[in-house]
């Protein structure tokens, strides 16, 4: 085989996995992959961290020779691969093999005393099915292409570590041994592996959608699969709703088709109010939510970062660091709004400098603000149990916090434009249309996330200060809304 053909015929183990979930995604993949949708910010993130923590783990068993992969063609990678093993080399990152028309890249090979063993990294907090088909998929290849295997293992996140000085790799990781497991899946992989190549051959498999769109991963062709389902679907039904795809596959699809005896009494609100383009409002329950605040009235807003190797000392892996926050203030009614922030800058650890400006912020005996309050209570948990010393302060300011969402989780206030979800970025433009995101840079969380790591390590001015600026705007709106939507709940 020569190597432009290598390249095209084979299956990659990130294509089996595709396939595992979904044929017809694997044959877009393959054939149509100018259908795939954008990927998203919080995907890019993702991708990013997991790489960054197979680096990461390679020191584990350190001193190890990686076999290149950019530009190198598959079947030069599999040479080398082979080299390496018949050389005196003990570790190998990314070591290539190919059988039964797989192709895959090891993340760790170790020589054992017994034989080689394989560990594949994985930056997630624990393991899932998918990881076991993915371990028992290269097992099969390893083992196909003459490799004596004697250990498989799936080296993950220990999200108990806390970082206490230098990381230390043993107790970030756990390594879990699935040499028994994997060879349970051998039938399985080797069938499945016939399957995807014969459907490959074929045109495109008349699969429809279904709950495997977004199990165990969100498809990226969601886009092209679902274009043909209407505005105010059944999809659109907020909360638990299992009967989804039972309802779907019956050829009920528009929400005024679905039958009411199906839905919660908040879904049943939800139907009326798109159907009839109605809002509800409980002037009581917003009188009786209003009734517990007083001024000073706080609308704070926090913005979060969390990495799966923790920066700091104190952190767990994927703990939420509060990097930035928005704070207005309304002294009393008919006030002058005060508004007050802070961002982060540079690498340093900066959650002390954060939580000072914070609570000098915060005027006594204040009543605060969130939007869907235990997230900022929850960060200022961690705050107090990073810095003991101001744990009453921020006792304090945790005890008068209130819950801006409560009027609209409760259902007391609803609009038939929040399509069933209360969350503030649904709430804000059906109270309030002339504020939107969609004229800032950033528009969601995960956006934020990845400018604020941007603007941390970026050596250029300007784009650093372009990217202050559109984290300040960003963090500012959210805290700004609130105080719109609390005016608007006064009205
Ligand atoms: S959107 Fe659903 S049906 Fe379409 S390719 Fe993806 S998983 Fe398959």
């Not at 079947?75 to 990314?94: F, H, K, L, M």
């Not at 005024?256 to 109605?278: F, G, N, W, Y």
């Not at 101001?390 to 801006?404: C, G, H, N, P, T």
């Given at each position: 085989m020569n190597k432009i053909d290598l390249q095209n015929t084979l299956l990659s183990k990130s294509q089996f996995i595709r396939g595992l979930q979904c044929h017809k995604s694997l044959y877009l993949h393959r054939h149509h992959p100018e259908l795939r949708d954008e990927v998203s910010s919080a995907q890019q993130a993702l991708f990013q961290s997991?790489?960054?923590v197979g680096e990461f783990a390679r020191e584990l068993?350190?001193?190890?020779?990686?076999?290149?992969?950019?530009?190198?063609?598959?079947?030069?990678?599999?040479?080398?691969?082979?080299?390496?093993?018949?050389?005196?080399?003990?570790?190998?990152?990314?070591?290539?093999?190919?059988?039964?028309?797989?192709?895959?890249?090891?993340?760790?090979?170790?020589?054992?005393?017994?034989?080689?063993?394989?560990?594949?990294?994985?930056?997630?907090?624990?393991?899932?099915?998918?990881?076991?088909r993915d371990v028992a998929l290269q097992y099969h290849v390893l083992t196909g292409a003459g490799l004596p295997v004697s250990k498989v293992a799936l080296v993950h996140i220990n999200n108990r570590y806390i970082r206490n000085g230098a990381v230390e790799l043993k107790k970030l990781f756990t390594i879990s041994d699935f040499t028994k497991t994997v060879a349970q899946y051998r039938e399985e992989i080797i069938s499945e592996i016939s399957r995807q190549k014969q459907m490959l051959c074929g045109g495109m498999p008349a699969i429809d959608i279904g709950e495997h769109c977004t199990n165990p991963y969100d498809c990226d062709f969601m886009g092209y699969c679902w274009q043909h389902i209407p505005l105010d679907s059944i999809f659109d039904i907020s909360g638990r709703f299992a009967q989804r795809f039972d309802l779907y596959r019956q050829g009920i699809v528009?929400?005024?088709?679905?039958?009411?005896?199906?839905?919660?009494?908040?879904?049943?609100?939800?139907?009326?109010?798109?159907?009839?383009?109605?809002?509800?409002?409980?002037?009581?329950?917003?009188?009786?939510?209003?009734?517990?605040?007083?001024?000073?009235?706080?609308?704070?807003?926090f913005e979060c970062v969390s990495f799966p190797i923790p920066p700091y000392d104190g952190l767990r892996p994927y703990q939420h660091i509060p990097y930035q926050y928005s704070l207005h203030i309304l002294e009393r009614d008919g006030a002058a709004l005060q508004h007050f922030e802070y961002l982060a800058e540079g690498t340093a650890d900066h959650r002390q400098s954060l939580l000072e400006k914070l609570l000098r912020d915060i005027p006594p005996q204040a009543c605060v603000l969130a939007y869907n309050a235990a997230y900022e209570i929850g960060r200022l948990k961690d705050l107090a149990?990073?810095?003991?010393?101001?744990?009453?302060?921020?006792?304090?300011?945790?005890?008068?916090?209130?819950?801006?969402?409560?009027?609209?989780?409760?259902?007391?206030?609803?609009?038939?434009?929040?399509?069933?979800?209360?969350?503030?970025?649904?709430?804000?433009p059906a109270l309030v249309p002339e504020m939107s995101y969609d004229a800032l840079d950033i528009?969601?969380?995960?956006?934020?996330?990845?400018?604020?790591?941007?603007?941390?390590?970026?050596?250029?001015?300007?784009?650093?200060?372009r990217l202050k600026k559109a984290l300040l705007d960003y963090c500012r709106l959210d805290s700004l809304g609130m105080v719109?939507?609390?005016?608007?709940l006064k009205k």
């Open positions: 997991g790489q960054n068993f350190p001193e190890g020779i990686i076999i290149q992969y950019e530009g190198v063609p598959l079947s030069e990678q599999i040479e080398n691969t082979a080299a390496a093993i018949s050389g005196e080399v003990d570790t190998i990152y990314e070591a290539a093999f190919c059988y039964d028309g797989v192709f895959i890249k090891a993340d760790i090979l170790h020589r054992g005393r017994h034989g080689w063993e394989l560990y594949e990294v994985k930056s997630s907090a624990g393991v899932k099915d998918i990881h076991l528009r929400l005024a088709d679905v039958p009411d005896d199906v839905l919660s009494k908040p879904q049943r609100q939800q139907k009326r109010a798109t159907l009839e383009k109605r809002n509800f409002i409980s002037a009581r329950g917003i009188k009786r939510f209003l009734d517990s605040l007083h001024y000073p009235l706080c609308f704070l807003d149990a990073w810095y003991p010393a101001q744990s009453k302060k921020i006792e304090a300011v945790i005890s008068s916090i209130r819950d801006l969402a409560e009027p609209f989780r409760g259902r007391a206030v609803y609009y038939y434009q929040m399509n069933g979800s209360y969350s503030i970025k649904s709430v804000l528009s969601d969380g995960n956006m934020a996330m990845q400018a604020f790591l941007q603007m941390m390590v970026s050596s250029n001015l300007q784009e650093k200060q719109k939507i609390y005016e608007t």
